[in-house]
């Protein structure tokens, strides 16, 4: 969601000719709804038959160690695909596949010094923006939990952290202090309630940062964006087949995900929606989530990660709703925005989402015990 300037068209055919693919090149054309990397469709002509790839130009200014992004998505994606083929053929439809370079390498860089990678279109799947009921709900969580058990014996030691700090809530609450004391562009009087409603919830900032701290939370191999739209729901089933956008894969924690997963989705409002009163956690799409999610990520969980399930809903909604108001703070210079007050529409929207938490929080916590009690009662070690 960082803003980035304007690059340059890029000469696709010359791209593709940098990769190991068969056949003539057709056409190209942006594709997907994302914010940061440049996304294109590309078809190409093989043996008469049209054979689409996804091409990315990756943004160098969010993520600055191009080498160390992609030797973490090509080692996680190799294993992913290697679990879900069960010993078998490699499965190239649950798992990203990426093409080499006809140098070998995991991406290329073009002339105009950009930086690229492709994949493998997976057909006959799309992507949603937003969740329309329980079961798409339950299929996303179930997906998003068995990538992170599938990579809890990833090989080879620790992933890159491909943005540090990523999801240190203490850090995120500095900044909007430091962002309030100096309040550049004279707009801390306009938000003095959402200031007040930050700083009265500091304490929040350092619950799972405290239990990771003494051992008690176990680092894991986690998403860290586990939008709704990060997954891929079979055209013929709903099933939840590919978990896509693997650029900040790297060491966090598993609430951290969990958590984005309720803020992104449990909200009955959109993310910027301007009247807060449609704001509302709606409770069947949370019991949707955490159905999936106990189904795939119930048996490696460890029962302080299990215990915190519903605060890691709020504390993601917290954060997020930090990182938006210390943004407008700041006066709007990473979140794109497109209307004046827009960063502060979408904190307004997240601090809503968290009141709304709050006063459900009792009964999501029964919920929460009940349903991974039932789906997984064995609780792991840290």
């Known amino acids: 969601m960082s803003a980035s300037p304007a690059r340059p068209a890029p000469d696709l055919p010359a791209v593709v000719a940098a990769f190991s693919l ?29 054979v689409r790839y ?17 030797e973490n998505i090509a080692r996680v994606t190799s294993h992913l695909a290697r679990s879900a083929s069960g010993g078998g053929p490699v499965d190239s439809r649950h798992a990203l596949t990426l093409v080499p370079a006809r140098d070998g390498a995991a991406w290329h860089r073009d002339a105009a010094g950009g930086c690229w990678r492709c994949y493998l279109f997976i057909e006959n799947a799309r992507t949603y923006d937003l969740v329309e009921n329980p079961q798409q709900a339950c299929e996303a969580a179930r997906a998003f939990g068995e990538f992170q058990r599938a990579l ?10 491909t943005i540090p700090h990523f999801h240190h809530t203490r850090r995120r609450f500095e900044a909007l202090r430091r962002a309030v004391a100096a309040d550049a562009h004279g707009r801390a009087r306009e938000v003095a ?11 929040l900032t350092d619950v799972l940062l405290d239990l990771q701290a003494r051992g008690e939370i176990p680092e894991r191999i986690t998403h860290n964006d586990t939008k709704f739209n990060n997954v891929m729901l079979d055209d013929a089933s709903a099933r939840g087949v590919c978990v896509i956008d693997l650029d900040t894969v790297m060491p966090g924690l598993a609430l951290y995900d969990f958590g984005d997963m309720v803020r992104s ?42 215990a915190h399930l519903v605060f890691s809903g709020k504390l993601i909604t917290f954060e997020i709703g930090l990182r938006f108001l210390t943004d407008f703070l700041e006066g709007d210079v990473y979140f794109k925005t497109k209307r004046a007050g827009h960063n502060l529409d979408r904190c307004r929207t997240q601090f809503a989402l968290v009141r709304s938490i709050e006063q459900q929080e009792p009964a999501m916590q029964a919920l929460a015990e009940r349903i991974f009690h039932r789906a997984a009662p064995e609780v792991a070690n840290p």
């Open 22 to 50: 068969l056949g003539r090149f057709v056409t190209g054309a942006p594709y997907g709804s994302g914010h940061i990397n440049d996304t294109f469709v590309i078809t190409l002509d093989q043996a008469g038959q049209p």
């Open 193 to 203: 309630a959402e200031i007040d409603f930050a700083f009265a919830r500091e304490s």
């Open 152 to 161: 809890v014996d990833l090989p080879g030691g620790r992933l890159h952290e």
């Open 54 to 70: 996804i091409l990315q130009r990756i943004n160098e200014r969010v993520f600055q160690n191009v080498p160390a992004l992609m």
């Open 265 to 306: 989705a449990t909200n009955a409002a959109a993310e910027d929606e301007r009247e807060v009163a449609k704001v509302a956690m709606r409770m069947d799409i949370f019991e949707g989530l955490l159905t999936g999610y106990a189904a795939s990520a119930g048996a490696f969980l460890n029962a302080a990660e299990r």
